[in-house]
T-cell receptor, first 114, second 111 residues
Framework: DGGITQSPKYLFRKEGQNVTLSCEQNLNHDAMYWYRQDPGQGLRLIYY???????QKGDIAEGYSVSREKKESFPLTVTSAQKNPTAFYLC?????????????FGEGSRLTVL | SQQGEEDPQALSIQEGENATMNCSYKTSINNLQWYRQNSGRGLVHLIL?????REKHSGRLRVTLDTSKKSSSLLITASRAADTASYFC???????????FGKGTHLIIQP
C-alpha cells in the first residue's frame, strides 16, 4: 500500500539528547513537510522540502534539523537546543510542490522528554 | 502563523443529529480544505473547495465557502459515533510551503 510511514510511534528522550524521527513515503511525492502539534492546538510548520537536497525553514525551525538525501525520506532531528520538544510530530507529503493541494499524512510520532 | 480558526472549539451532539463546524480565515485563498484527525492519529483529507465554488458535497459531508465573509462551514449529516474526531480547516500559506491549519473543532458524537 502506498503511504507515509513514521517511526517510532512513541519515543522517550532525556533532556540534552538528540533524537531523529523517521519519515518515509512511497507515493513518489516531491514535497514533504514536518508539523508539530501540541495538545488542543493546530499544526505548526517546522520544515519543508520541495525537492531532493533542498529544504526550507517553517515557522518554528529553531532546535530542529532535517535532511532530504532521497526523494522518499525526510528525517527530522530534534536537537537538545529545542526548549520544549515534548509534542506530537506529523510528517506529510504532497505530489507537486506549490500545488496547495491535498496533504497526505503519516500516523505521527509522539515524543516525550523525561 | 494561523490563517484559519474553527468554531466552536468543541461540539457534543447525539448520534443521528447534524454537526456544523465553521472556519474563518484572514487573507484571500485559492482553496480551503477540511481534514479529520482521530485521537493520536494522523490527519486525513476530507474535502477541498476552490475559491470559485460555493458548495461541495462528499457523502454525508457538505462544505460551503463564502469568500466575501472569508468563512467556510462543514456539515456532517446523520452523525455516527465513528465521526467522533477533531476537524481542521486548512488554507494555503501564500507561497509554496504547505498549508496553515486552525486549532480544530473537537466533535463528540454521543451514542
Amino acid at each position: 500500500d502506498g503511504g507515509i510511514t513514521q517511526s517510532p510511534k512513541y519515543l522517550f528522550r532525556k533532556e540534552g539528547q538528540n533524537v531523529t524521527l523517521s519519515c518515509e513515503q512511497n507515493l513518489n511525492h516531491d514535497a514533504m513537510y514536518w508539523y508539530r502539534q501540541d495538545p488542543g492546538q493546530g499544526l505548526r510548520l517546522i520544515y519543508y522540502s520541495q525537492i531532493v537536497n533542498d529544504f526550507q525553514k517553517g515557522d518554528i525551525a529553531e532546535g530542529y534539523s532535517v535532511s532530504r538525501e532521497k526523494k522518499e525520506s525526510f528525517p527530522l532531528t530534534v536537537t537538545s537546543a529545542q526548549k520544549n520538544p515534548t509534542a506530537f510530530y506529523l510528517c506529510a507529503s504532497t505530489p507537486i510542490w506549490g500545488s496547495a493541494g491535498e496533504l497526505f499524512f503519516g500516523e505521527g510520532s509522539r515524543l516525550t522528554v523525561l | 502563523s494561523q490563517q484559519g480558526e474553527e468554531d466552536p472549539q468543541a461540539l457534543s451532539i447525539q448520534e443521528g443529529e447534524n454537526a456544523t463546524m465553521n472556519c474563518s480565515y484572514k487573507t484571500s485563498i485559492n482553496n480551503l480544505q477540511w481534514y479529520r484527525q482521530n485521537s493520536g492519529r494522523g490527519l486525513v483529507h476530507l474535502i477541498l473547495i476552490r475559491s470559485n465554488e460555493r458548495e461541495k458535497h462528499s457523502g454525508r459531508l457538505r462544505v460551503t465557502l463564502d469568500t466575501s465573509k472569508k468563512s467556510s462551514s462543514l456539515l456532517i449529516t446523520a452523525s455516527r459515533a465513528a465521526d467522533t474526531a477533531s476537524y481542521f480547516c486548512a488554507t494555503e500559506r501564500g507561497g509554496a510551503d504547505g498549508l496553515t491549519f486552525g486549532k480544530g473543532t473537537h466533535l463528540i458524537i454521543q451514542p
